[in-house]
């Protein structure tokens, strides 16, 4: 079967630090990858999604990068955190297009503080 | 551009009363149409996914259906354990692979 981890699961981080949220899936290959921000009381907001090792796409221009080095893991970067960075930060994967099951899967989400 | 809207945004049911959560969408093409349903600190846990309008799956007290313009999560009977925030999301046929989410009902089912 397939799992998702994410880590870690609460962070505090100052102003200005840099931020690395690594998110591993096990049990499948080439599956796309995704990142999401969900603010307090929000839907979730887009921020990354990869359809394979290098390929990534951003939605929407922040402070934030994301990179795949291997074909089942997905890291979300910061060099400097702002404020507007705080939020819950949740990694999803999905089987490539071409299956009938084309749900996506979440990890536990990693709570970001930044103070 | 794709959307999902979402309502009502909050929901307080008695326990067994039933109602319905309605998620409306905007698509170039449906790919597909999910719900899923989220516990406070937790990621969303998947729970249907509806590919075509008079779609219908259902799961315990759960049944959600589909048209060519809304869904439905149908609750019945609920329970206070059925409390938490229920998410609807679409993916569209243009090859992005994207999921765009709603905003949700929070739900909340007193004894």
């Known amino acids: 079967s397939q799992t998702i981890h994410q880590w870690p699961a609460t962070l505090v981080q100052p102003v200005g630090s840099p931020l690395s949220l690594e998110c591993t899936v096990e049990?499948?290959?080439?599956?796309?990858l995704y990142w999401y921000r969900q603010a307090a009381g929000r839907g979730l907001q887009l921020l990354f999604y990869s359809v394979g090792i290098g390929q990534i796409s951003s939605e929407v221009p922040q402070n934030l990068s994301a990179s795949r080095p291997q074909d089942r893991q997905f890291i979300l970067s910061s060099k400097k955190l702002l404020l507007s960075d705080s939020g819950f930060y949740l990694c999803a994967w999905s089987r490539t297009g071409g299956y009938s099951n084309t749900e996506a899967f979440f990890g536990q989400g990693t709570r970001l503080t930044v103070v | 551009e794709d959307q999902v809207t979402q309502s009502p945004e909050a929901l307080r049911l008695q326990e067994g009363e039933s109602s319905s959560l309605n998620c409306s969408y905007t698509?170039?093409?449906?790919?597909?149409l999910f719900w899923y349903r989220q516990d406070p600190g937790k990621g969303p846990e998947f729970l249907f996914t509806?590919?075509?309008a008079g779609e219908e799956k259902e799961k315990e007290r759960l049944k959600a259906t589909l048209t060519k313009k809304e869904s439905f999560l149908h609750i019945t009977a609920p329970k206070p354990e059925d409390s938490a925030t229920y998410l609807c999301a679409v993916q569209s046929t243009s090859g992005t692979y994207k999921y765009i989410f709603g905003t949700g009902t929070r739900l909340k089912v007193l004894a």
């Open positions: 049990g499948t290959s080439n599956p796309n």
């Open positions: 509806l590919y075509s």
């Open positions: 698509v170039s093409g449906l790919r597909g």
